[in-house]
């Protein structure tokens, strides 16, 4: 006999339940997991869009959708890359990003602007397999059937190559010192504005077919090196041959005007505090998160991949042994000079991109711009969040900026009206925003001992 214990974990776990209706998979939760709160289910349904159409495109996203969860779009105006201005979606839900990067835009924009150039364009993907025999007699077959893998895609890369893209290059990788029998199919591909991860799946997939069928019907292999496990077909999201730099410069005088510090001082703190992040992990890791926070926000709203996006970044943050940051600064004959080069896969085409209605409102408020466009976009907004943040971290520090904005946060926890907020401003300009203080503060304007006794 099942104790209550059990009884009580069985009728939570639920089998079909993705074929229940919208309102079904909510009441069965609500059942389950919320003590049957007759008020949740008009909260969830408080997040649906009014308009049925919008909200079925969005239910159909993704799976098991019950309603939408809301993360603010910003705007950061002001950016000049390549002596073009953007006015730079960015949906994001952390407070003093979205400032933080326009502050950066302002203060670039008067002198020259950021500097943008994409590097190389190359994605890459693998066919990982498992093989048993000598490397010599795999390579003289792969070498003998590498046009065949061309030429059996050629339906799949037709529309690709129309478009200047297709497959670049295709080689075998001994793995076998790492991992007994372990070799790859290494290919190389150009998706132009696409993000790629179908087209080069779909490659893939069709390559390893093709290997297979051919080590088949070889007449030079013996049974034994006709033996080939395909362990998967997949695309890499580390793209470090996919690079895009971002740089801004100025002479070191205009980097401290109406400051008390001096440029030389502010420059010597800022190639100790990027310094600290190329040797220091610990640093690295909140100096480079910190990049991400502009670079991820811009990412989501143009309907990208940000996980793809920073795991990428931080591969490659890692790519000589130890995680660094992804900046670098330079001071040389009186010049500032500080850059990012990142590796990132964006596509304007394909994916969300047309899908989502936000996603097309960012792609059109950035001009439409194609992949490589948007790609220096964003790398230019993640160096801008990242001087923003190192400008603060070595002059104020980083709370001062913060605080106005966890002020608010506070205050609209608390209920606070439009008039109680400006006077909390004021009263909180000089001081630091403790949560205990603005608490009191709160309830002496209110005349109340304790914020229970507010009335909403
Ligand atoms: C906070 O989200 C990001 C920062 O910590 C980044 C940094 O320290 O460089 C401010």
Redesign the pocket.
């Known amino acids: 006999m099942p104790d209550n214990h059990d009884k009580m974990t069985d009728s939570k776990i639920i089998k079909g339940f993705s074929k229940l209706s919208k309102e079904a998979k909510m009441e069965w939760i609500i059942k389950e997991y919320l003590n049957n709160d007759a008020e949740a289910i008009d909260f969830l349904k408080s997040y649906w869009h009014p308009d049925k159409d919008k909200q079925k495109l969005h239910d159909e996203f993704i799976e098991n959708t019950i309603t939408n969860f809301y993360i603010p779009f910003g705007v950061a105006p002001n950016f000049k890359i390549n002596d073009k201005v953007y006015c730079v979606p960015m949906a994001i839900e ?1 407070s003093s ?1 979205v400032a933080a990067s326009a502050k950066s835009a302002s203060f670039w924009l008067q002198r020259g602007g950021f500097k943008a150039q994409v590097l190389s364009t190359i994605k890459i993907g693998h066919v990982h397999f498992a093989w048993y025999g000598k490397y010599e007699r795999l390579k003289a077959f792969f070498d003998k059937v590498k046009h065949k893998l061309f030429e059996g895609t050629e339906e799949l890369t037709a529309n690709m190559r129309a478009r200047g893209g297709g497959i670049l290059d295709i080689e075998l990788v001994n793995k076998s010192d790492l991992e007994p029998n372990y070799y790859q199919l290494m290919a190389k591909f150009e998706t132009c504005d696409s993000m790629g991860a179908n087209f080069i799946n779909s490659c893939l997939e069709e390559f390893s077919k093709i290997f297979q069928a051919e080590m088949e019907v070889d007449d030079e292999l013996n049974s034994d090196e006709k033996r080939i496990q395909v362990i998967m077909c997949i695309l890499s999201n580390y793209t470090p041959e996919c690079i895009v730099r971002s740089e801004v410069s100025c002479p070191i005088e205009q980097l401290t005007e109406g400051t008390d510090i001096t440029p030389e001082k502010f420059c010597e703190k800022f190639e100790q505090a990027i310094h600290v992040a190329q040797i220091e992990p610990y640093r690295a890791t ?2 480079n ?2 990049i991400f ?1 502009g670079i991820d926000s811009v990412v989501i709203a143009t309907g990208n991949d940000f996980r793809a996006v920073e795991a990428c970044g931080h591969t490659y943050a890692a790519r000589d042994g130890q995680y660094r940051s992804l900046t670098n600064v330079e001071v040389k004959d009186g010049i500032f000079r500080f850059w990012i080069d990142i590796p990132m896969a964006l596509g304007t085409v394909g994916g969300l991109t047309k899908l989502h209605p936000m996603v097309s409102f960012a792609h059109k408020l950035l001009g439409n711009p194609n992949a490589e466009e948007l790609m220096m976009i964003t790398a230019t907004v993640g160096l801008a969040q ?1 001087f923003g ?2 400008r603060s ?1 070595v002059t104020t520090g ?1 709370q001062k900026g913060h605080m106005k904005m966890h002020l608010l946060n506070i205050l609209n926890q608390l209920g606070a009206t439009e008039e109680e907020k400006t006077q909390a401003a004021i009263y909180f300009q000089d001081k630091v925003v403790a949560h205990k203080d603005v608490v009191n503060y709160f309830c002496s304007l209110r005349g109340i001992e304790s914020p229970d006794k507010v009335k909403k």
Request: proline share 0%; charged share 15%; hydrophobic share 40%.
């Open positions: 952390e990003v909140t100096h998160k910190g926070n990242n943040a190192i971290l980083i």
